[in-house]
């Protein structure tokens, strides 16, 4: 192996005499290797050199063995001169063909063989001519056009062409790189194939009828015509500005620009057309070695498909090899790839596609000649034309289905996400306009999560695919009820402080109201309104009201939802508080000053109450009898009032509490002409105000299933001393804990009502009709309803539901009314999953056309 290695260096230096001529650190000398064209086309050893780095300066287009194949443009020539390796300049492969047999005013339909290149004008007129002889199957869309002008075209084939139905799309593209032809006549030769053969092959009716099919067979014709439009001769691989339009692409490790270069016309345009679409599958050709490489080409991790692209590319070249010589297509594993693994490239379409649009590309890479002679081109489309339909075939397989609103039935952009497979956003969305989706999987089971915006997810389990199958699997996902949420982000704030506010409602809202007691802007119609400015100090309550597309609206407020915390400095004043700061006349952050006096009381705002200031730091200049700096507080409104004591030093306060009439407590501040310390922080608060308490209370669940039990926590406020709760239809029907837990047997709706009572006085809150107990359904009932369930009590795995009328959803839930498991569907049987469901009683609750049922199961594995 190494004799060979170095056999292989051996004639390699020696073919290339001039290499080490060649090889130059100054990037003065660039531009001499350009004669005036854009790009150079060169080749140099691996050793000593970093594929993975370079490949960020110059477009690599192989590797074989120890040498490396590249093109650059002038600034990357530039930069690549600048590490020193030796290198031979190539002729370019776009110029090895003198004349190309090319034709110009070619009509469709007369075309024996395709051994000939169109000439730009030829090529337009032939995709027009496809949309005008096949009008109910095929149009021509152009997309934009290129730098210098030229169409960006695509033949889009289907029944019904340009509507949009529930089926997957498929694009294929050729001739990204100008100088690499032969995608450019197959792809124009396969849209041929399929609209000729349309309704009498019927493997080709069966693609056109289920697929949404675009074909863009020159995705460069600036660079392919870069020689003129009569003649491929001259082809460039970059565009017109000396781009390479498969290194221009967003990349998912590397950012928008991974080339540095502003994203090129034709990718602009490429990008709002992958956009405005949402491709299942795609493949972008390319020459210049024959191999299908699959992704990723960013990145060293595997995609989270992997088995799937290596069953479907060794498909493409397994039938390839069925047809071709045995030298074609059978190098790097036996003709595919995955694109790392044989050289990373960042900015690539296929990368692109997969990561930005969940479209599964894969790049082609059709001939070792990049300028094929045109009379290759009719065996290079022998070996390759099954391969590409059966490619396109595999667009239909895997998973498929509608994904639509419960209660409206409109169409949902919904994700379907596969927990524990899906990686680097391989999970796939539904199309808005149609709630299609498209899910390409490797042969197994899958539990597949639908999610929406503003609907409640829906995990359909053991979803099973086979191999050249299509599972269907609709889903309908629940809005619920328009229930009002939001959270913040923060709720304890200083003065001056901002918060950003997040609507976390349920229910589909359109439009929001908010209202922001003592913020700036104090309302608000946006959805997640941000930068809410509380300039005073005190607690603030928020409210939301949502409004449904139907009218239905739903508030909540949150009392004292935002509390700003009020500072107050060292001054000559009287300030009624319960809660805030109180600082040196520095700060949080700063001293005080040399030659202050100042007095400052603090009183409480209700009857009774008292203050508490609390010292969390202390430290004024200590001198043993306090003389030179001090702190003095009094019992009372001023500083006549009982001194409780003079604190200079560390020595602080502590805690202290007024214990006079008003509440209050009065500071008195002196410091002389020098030595600062920090001073001090204290926490204000009072006393609770002598007030009877106000009842209240709320349960952890308010609808439950007769057995089960509801746990009560009281919210009374005022500090109550004593509870007497009421329960009736509950065991036990009273109680005198604070906190009780209630079970109830029977079923029906009942009232709950808790007294409390402190020394000041008492209260008493009944709410009617707050817990509603659900009976469950018994066997005769069940077998009348046209509903069974079976088999119960459960020892397997699967619970088996199913109904004379379709089942729209079925929840699972406990005693308290917890859902722990919800499905929706739309069918009339269907198997539930219960192997995370242990040993106990749970209840499944069945939404049928003919009503809703709750049945008791029991599980007794
Ligand atoms: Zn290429």
């Known amino acids: 192996m190494k004799l060979v290695k ?47 780095q370079l490949s960020k300066i110059i477009s690599i287009d192989k590797i074989e063995g120890d040498v490396i194949y590249a093109y650059a443009n002038l600034s990357g020539f ?16 776009g110029e090895l063909i003198k004349n190309p047999r090319m034709l110009n005013n070619v009509n469709v339909r007369e075309i024996d063989e395709w051994d000939f290149y169109p000439t730009y004008d030829a090529y337009v007129d032939m995709m027009y001519q496809f949309a005008e002889d096949y009008p109910g199957l095929c149009e ?28 997957p799309q498929f694009l294929y593209t050729g001739t990204m790189h100008g100088d690499e032809t032969a995608g450019y006549v197959l792809l124009l030769r396969l849209i041929d ?24 067979p020159l995705a460069n014709p600036d660079g392919t015509f870069a020689g003129g439009n009569n003649t491929v001769n001259g082809a460039t691989r970059f565009n017109a500005n000396n781009v390479d339009l498969n290194r221009n692409y967003p990349d ?36 210049g070695t024959e191999v299908l490489n699959y992704p990723w080409d960013t990145w060293p991790q595997l995609a989270a498909d992997d088995d799937w692209w290596i069953f479907v590319c060794r498909e493409y070249v397994d039938t390839v090899h069925l047809y071709s010589p045995s030298n074609y297509m059978n190098e790097y594993n036996n003709g595919i790839t995955n694109g790392y693994a044989w050289y990373s490239i960042d900015g690539g379409r296929q990368d692109y596609m997969n990561y930005f649009h969940q479209c599964r590309e894969v790049t082609m890479e059709l001939s070792d000649v990049k300028l094929l002679s045109a009379g290759q081109l009719p065996s290079h489309w022998d070996w390759n034309y099954r391969s590409l339909l059966n490619y396109m075939k595999q667009a239909t397989y895997g998973v498929n289905g509608v994904v639509t609103d419960l209660e409206t039935g409109q169409p949902l952009r919904a994700m379907a996400y596969i927990e524990g497979h899906d990686i680097e956003n391989s999970y796939v969305y539904s199309r808005e306009e149609t709630g299609f989706y498209q899910r390409l999987l490797d042969a197994g089971t899958y539990d597949i999560t639908f999610s929406a915006p503003g609907h409640y997810p829906v995990t359909i389990e053991n979803v099973s695919v086979s191999d050249y199958t299509t599972t269907t699997v609709d889903v309908q996902l629940d809005a619920g009820d328009l229930i009002a949420d ?22 589909s809202p359109v439009s929001w109201s908010w209202e922001f007691e003592g913020g700036e802007p104090s309302t608000s119609n946006e959805e997640n309104p941000e930068g809410i400015v509380f300039a ?19 508030t909540i407020v949150k009392e004292g939802f935002i509390s700003v915390n009020a500072e107050f400095l060292m001054s000559n004043q009287t300030i009624t508080t319960c809660a805030g700061i109180f600082y040196d006349t520095g700060g949080e952050d700063g001293g005080y000053s040399d030659n202050e006096d100042f007095t400052m009381t603090f009183t409480p705002g209700a009857a009774g109450s008292k203050i508490i200031v609390s010292f969390e730091m202390f430290d004024v200049e200590y001198q043993s009898s306090c003389d030179y700096d001090w702190l003095k507080v009094y019992d009372g409104e001023n500083t006549s009032a009982t001194l409780i004591g003079t604190f200079c030093g560390t020595g602080s306060p502590g805690t202290i509490e007024a214990t006079n009439e008003a509440g209050a407590l009065t500071f008195q501040f002196h410091s002389d002409g020098s030595v600062t310390n920090s001073g001090w922080k204290a926490v204000i608060s009072c006393t609770s105000p002598p007030l009877a308490p106000v009842a209240g209370f709320t349960a952890d669940a308010t609808h439950i299933i007769m057995g089960g039990s509801v746990q009560f926590t009281d919210l009374t406020t005022n500090s109550p001393t004593s509870w007497a709760w009421d329960f009736p239809g509950g065991t036990p029907s009273v109680s005198s804990l604070q906190n009780p837990s209630v079970q109830y047997e029977e079923a029906g709706i009942y009232d709950v009502t808790l007294t409390v009572q402190n020394t000041y ?29 079976f088999p119960n009590p459960l020892t397997g795995d699967v619970l088996n539901i199913t109904s004379e009328t379709e089942i729209q959803k079925v929840e699972l839930f406990n005693y308290s009314g917890k859902v722990l498991l919800q499905k929706t569907l739309k069918t009339t049987s269907t198997g539930l999953n219960m192997q995370g469901f242990g040993k106990g009683v749970y209840f499944l609750k069945v939404f049928t056309d003919n009503g809703v049922r709750v049945v008791k199961l029991s599980v007794m594995r």
Request: charged fraction near 20%.
């Open 486 to 507: 939001f959270t913040a982000s923060a709720t304890a704030i200083s003065m001056g402080g901002m918060v950003d506010f997040y609507d976390g409602s349920f229910g």
């Open 193 to 216: 194939y399929l609209l000729v053969n349309y309704n009498s092959d019927a493997e080709v009716t069966d693609l056109v009828n289920n697929l949404d099919i675009w074909i863009n």
């Open 6 to 52: 170095l056999l292989s260096l051996i004639i390699f230096f020696s073919a290339s005499a001039t290499l080490s001529a060649q090889k130059t650190t100054g990037s003065h000398d660039a531009g001499k290797y350009f004669q005036g064209s854009g790009e150079v086309y060169f080749k140099f050893l691996t050793e000593g050199a970093e594929p993975n």
């Open 536 to 554: 005073e100090a005190g607690s603030f309550d928020v409210s939301l009201t949502v409004t449904d597309s139907q009218g239905g609206s739903e």
């Open 140 to 167: 021509v869309v152009s997309i934009g056009n290129s730098v210098e002008g030229r169409e960006l075209l695509m033949a889009r084939i289907s029944d019904n062409v340009g509507e949009v139905e529930e089926e």
């Open 761 to 789: 006085g008492s209260d008493t809150k009944t709410i009617e009709g707050y817990i509603t107990v659900d009976s469950t359904i018994g066997i005769s009932e069940l077998l009348n309803s046209g509903l069974s369930v």
């Open 78 to 93: 530039t930069a690549f001169l600048k590490h020193g390796l030796a290198f031979e300049i190539l002729p370019k492969p």
């Open 252 to 287: 998912p490790e590397d950012g928008p620009h991974p080339d540095g270069n502003p994203w090129q016309v034709e990718t602009v345009h490429f990008m709002d057309f992958a956009e405005a679409n949402n491709f299942t599958m795609s493949a972008n050709t390319h020459g």
